[in-house]
């Protein structure tokens, strides 16, 4: 979907997918801030490294591949499972601050909460 600017954008909505699209040769390429948004792109107000800026998602391998292996153990199905109940109290209470809000960024709520 075109933003105005020249710039097409598109969503994905399901694991298969993002699996998909984050493994796809085609679609690999370490991005820098300034090549993922280039000035006066029509983006939004959030701060500049707010969500994936920076972000090991952005590597392509063997950069990403070498991090990966150190954080893994962190996302185990089991220690994520363990964090399942703190993840829904912090969203809990991001959504419950959005309450009676006409207008939300969800990106500006949940990435970098007042």
């Known amino acids: 979907m075109p933003l105005g600017s020249g710039i097409d954008v598109g969503g994905v ?6 699996r998909a699209a984050l ?4 679609l690999l390429h370490d991005v820098t801030p300034a090549e993922a948004l280039p000035a006066g792109a029509g983006t939004t107000s959030h701060k ?3 969500g994936l800026g920076g ?8 950069d990403h591949t070498r991090l ?5 153990p ?4 089991r220690r994520t499972q363990l964090l399942a109940r703190r ?3 912090i969203t809990d209470g ?3 601050a959005l309450t009676g809000r006409s207008e939300v960024d969800l990106v500006e709520s949940f990435t970098a909460p007042c």
Do not use: C, I
């Open 94 to 96: 991001l959504l419950d």
């Open 68 to 72: 990966r292996r150190l954080v893994a």
């Open 55 to 62: 972000s090991m998602l952005q590597l392509d391998p063997p």
């Open 23 to 26: 493994t796809h040769p085609a």
């Open 74 to 77: 962190a996302f185990s199905p």
């Open 13 to 18: 909505f399901s694991y298969e997918g993002a």
């Open 87 to 89: 993840v829904q109290e």
């Open 48 to 50: 500049v490294g707010v």
